[in-house]
């Protein structure tokens, strides 16, 4: 589907629903006002079992470097498989886990927004860019593995996203601020009421020169800033079919280019997705989906000793399409059944041209790409008895990998390589249950067993790609990678204005991919036998009045179980995995409208390589947000990131190191004009 077909779509569906909630409106005047949510089912009685935590918009929008990611990284044992952030890395990095299942730039952990699964059809990792904080309204994050709707990528837990409706966002919002490097970030956002529904319509732009990326002792005249300029614009409207049935229509278009450690070192990232939802609130209530995205990337590979191109990875188109059913019968209030099926398909072609270090001239030219499927069945049964809150599902996933190959020819057109990969299926289940026992009205004891599924990406199954002078082949015979896990916790809330909340976990990867060592330079993509990780996760948050504390604590003992090809990894850490990792955000809002907010947050020491041999040090940073009102309708906002100027290593290779954002200090205006 191209980019105009895609923006029609998801224009015109929004624009038909928010017609006929005109019509609605008028039709049901004269009865009870229709109230739409924009949101999906509402969660089960059961999802405490699986420890969710929930983080509130404000808290979102409040971090010091204003994205997704930096707010995601409040909740401990989340991590993106490098430091950096979505301005200063590769888009392809960018992929995100919790649990300390990491060494893998795919990501581990399903992330929806809106019930829609957000990863790229090809690679797997997410557009955090495109994921703007001001849009949401809360954002769940559950550790552990899942059944369920889209259950099948959530080996290492679910993130989900929720748009913010209109009553949260005003009938108009927005920013502007500029940074001590004249880096500007500048976001707006309308939200009118239409009839009984409404429509969002927002737009951001994020752009700099960046920084160096390069420690000075490293640098060369080729040396660059990690520039970046990124825009996203989305579309949604919220309409009622009828007093119980909701339509959602979503569209999202964006673009992320950025360059990373020399001149010419260029990416880009860009998607156009739209979606349609239909939620029913009645007796039989239920929530229909279907989406379809449009993604390409491309990439342009630097030598590290010549400073010229030698990679152009130009084209990478990929889509992915797919949608889901899931019904809830009406049972009785002590009972809650959802049955239902999704579908999800990814494909894609890379083509790449690889250049001699030497002449500049082109080598050879290469191609390659597939298409993976899944169906998924599923169903879970919450039973509430008395204090007692029991869950049981199940989930059972038809999966193929088809159509791969990996083409190469020479200028003269000389066939370097020809292979067609052989066509895979199979039937794979997943099973979760769950207890939550509401022991006293402070206190609530919870455990759950769990089991899930991740197909590998195009990506990893057909591409093989170059951080120089390392070279990464791709592996068409992965399997899937199949997680089994258990954990039981406490839920302490005395009052109000005290939650405590403690989970000890055990989970085990079997089939884990990761870039495994065969020599100096040269890395496969291969099955580990395991990843098997076990911790303790705490959870505090503390409201005293005008001051409230809110802390994460991860503390994990992750290793890699191998044999074979694997077996010098045998009770290694995996690589880009911290045994400690911790959080803590203090607040004070003297008044209405004041908010003041410091962070600090502690990553433990991690290695850039499945050897243990290249080690990424322990950091500590601290970041500032304040907002001090000047208006009934202005506000003065001020930013700090790294205010310590901690000195964040995210790559080393053999001392080959990248850095990760310096102090930076931010300041300008939000706007927000209420209904």
């Known amino acids: 589907m191209t980019y105009s077909t895609k923006l029609n779509f998801a224009v015109l569906a929004t624009a038909s629903l928010l017609i006929h909630g005109h019509a609605s409106a008028e039709e049901t005047q004269p009865q009870s006002p229709i109230i739409v949510t924009g949101k999906g089912l509402r969660e089960t009685p059961a999802t405490p079992a699986y420890g969710a935590l929930e983080l509130p918009r404000e808290q979102i929008t409040t971090s010091a470097s204003g994205r997704i990611e930096d707010a995601l990284s409040s909740v401990a044992g989340f991590q993106q498989f490098r ?3 979505s301005r200063s890395s590769n888009p392809s990095a960018q992929g995100v886990t919790l649990r300390a299942l990491g060494g893998n730039a795919s990501s581990r952990a399903l992330v929806l927004l809106d019930g829609v699964p957000v990863s790229h059809p090809f690679f797997g990792y997410i557009p955090l860019s495109a994921l703007a904080p001001e849009r949401l309204s809360s954002v769940r994050v559950t550790r552990g593995g899942g059944a369920g709707a889209f259950g099948s990528g959530a080996v290492a837990g679910t993130i989900e996203l929720t748009s913010a409706d209109a009553q949260t966002l005003g009938l108009l919002n927005g920013s502007a601020l500029v940074n001590d490097r004249g880096e500007t970030e500048l976001s707006a956002i309308a939200a009118p009421k239409l009839g009984s529904g409404f429509a969002v319509a927002s737009a951001r732009w994020d752009r700099g020169k ?5 420690p000075v002792a490293d640098r060369v005249p080729a040396s660059a800033r990690a520039k970046f300029d990124s825009w996203s614009t989305s579309l949604r409207g919220v309409a009622p079919i009828s007093d119980t049935i909701e339509l ?10 950025r360059v990373l450690r020399f001149d010419g070192a260029q990416s880009s990232s860009s998607g156009q997705d739209a979606s349609l939802r239909l939620v029913g609130r009645g007796n039989w209530q239920f929530d229909a989906l279907a989406y379809v995205q449009a993604r390409n ?17 130009r084209n990478t188109a990929s889509t992915g399409l797919g949608g889901k059913i899931e019904v809830r019968p009406p049972l009785g209030e002590n009972h809650v059944l959802r049955i239902g099926a999704d579908l999800r398909i990814a494909d894609g072609t890379l ?29 879970e049964h919450d039973w509430t008895i008395g204090p007692v809150i029991a869950t049981i599902g199940a989930r059972a996933d038809r999966w193929t990998v088809r159509d791969g190959f990996y083409r190469e020819v020479d200028p003269d057109r000389n066939v370097l390589a020809d292979d067609q990969f052989a066509n895979r299926s199979g039937w794979d289940g997943s099973f979760r249950g769950g207890i939550v026992w509401n022991a006293a009205d402070a206190l609530a004891v919870r455990a759950a067993a769990y089991s899930g599924l991740r197909l590998p990406t195009l990506n990893e199954l057909y591409r ?19 997680l089994r896990g258990f954990e039981a916790g ?8 005290i939650s405590i909340s403690v989970t000890a976990f055990e989970n085990k990867l079997k089939n884990a991919i990761a870039n495994v060592t065969l020599a100096e330079n040269l890395r496969q993509r291969r099955n580990l036998d395991a990843i098997r990780a076990r911790g303790l996760e705490f959870g505090a948050s503390l409201n005293l009045g005008t001051v409230s504390f809110t802390g994460s604590l991860a503390l994990t003992d992750s290793e890699v179980e191998g044999s074979g090809a694997s077996a010098a990894l045998d009770g290694l850490r995996p690589s880009h995995v911290a045994r400690i990792a911790a959080s803590g955000t203090l607040s004070w809002k003297p008044r209405a409208g004041w908010h003041f907010a410091a962070t600090l947050r502690h990553t433990g020491k991690e290695f850039e390589d499945d050897l243990e ?15 001090i009102p000047v208006s009934e309708m202005f506000s003065v906002v001020l930013r700090g990131e790294n205010l310590t100027d901690e000195r964040v290593v995210t790559r080393n290779q053999g001392g080959s190191m990248d850095l990760g954002v310096p102090r930076t200090v931010w300041a300008g205006i939000k706007m927000n004009i209420g209904h």
């Open 83 to 85: 430091r950096s952030d």
């Open 210 to 214: 960046g920084f160096y990326t390069t």
């Open 248 to 257: 959602q229509a979503s569209g999202l278009i964006f673009e992320d280019d």
């Open 297 to 313: 990337f491309s990439n342009v590979v630097i030598s590290s000793s010549r400073f010229v191109r030698v990679l152009d990875q």
């Open 351 to 379: 083509e790449e041209d690889p250049y001699s270090a030497f002449t500049g001239a082109r080598r050879s030219t290469r191609t390659a790409g597939g298409r993976n499927s899944d169906i998924g069945l599923f169903a």
């Open 464 to 482: 093989p790609f170059v951080v120089f002078p390392v070279v990464t082949q791709a592996n068409a015979a992965l399997e899937n990678e199949k």
């Open 490 to 497: 406490l839920d302490f809330t005395p009052d109000d204005a």
């Open 613 to 627: 041999t290249f080690v990424l040090p322990a950091t500590t940073t601290l970041g500032a947000y304040a907002e």
